[in-house]
């Protein structure tokens, strides 16, 4: 693959990331229900997951700017890369000790395990030259 293709590449996939933490974190913070798999809402439960969807949605943000020049802005991938990383070790955490329901593990699979190899690979395009 030509260098310019792979950075065309590279910021269509933080692009696509972008629009998807925008429109996700969007769903989380008007329909936080949607996160509760049946169980009774709490208005305290509710709020923090309204904040999960406003956090989602900044990743968003510094996704957009991370597709405008992944060289540049990989500290941003990075940290998305590190959440998608540890997303699922806590929810397979919560899974064991009883506090999650398997089907959250969809969450998991969205939002965070189909991104880790696009991350993985917009990161090491980013860097990969700047290593000694």
């Not at 925008?22 to 709020?47: K, M, Q």
């Not at 996704?63 to 990383?85: C, H, M, Q, T």
Request: include cysteine; charged fraction near 10%; glycine fraction near 8%.
């Amino acid at each position: 693959m030509q260098p310019d293709t792979k950075l065309k590449l590279a910021k269509l996939i933080m692009l696509l990331a972008a629009i998807y933490n925008l429109f996700w974190g969007a769903v989380i913070s008007l329909y936080p229900d949607i996160l509760l798999f049946g169980n009774p809402p709490t208005p305290f439960l509710l709020i923090i997951l309204r904040c999960v969807g406003m956090l989602v949605g900044v990743y968003g943000i510094a996704y957009w700017f991370a597709s405008r020049d992944p060289e540049r802005y990989w500290p941003l991938i990075l940290v998305g890369f590190i959440g998608k990383f540890l997303g699922p070790f806590g929810t397979a955490y919560y899974m064991y000790v009883g506090q999650l329901p398997v089907s959250f593990l969809w969450v998991n699979v969205w939002n965070d395990l189909i991104w880790l190899v696009p991350f993985g690979w917009v990161m090491w395009m980013a860097v990969k030259d700047k290593l000694p």
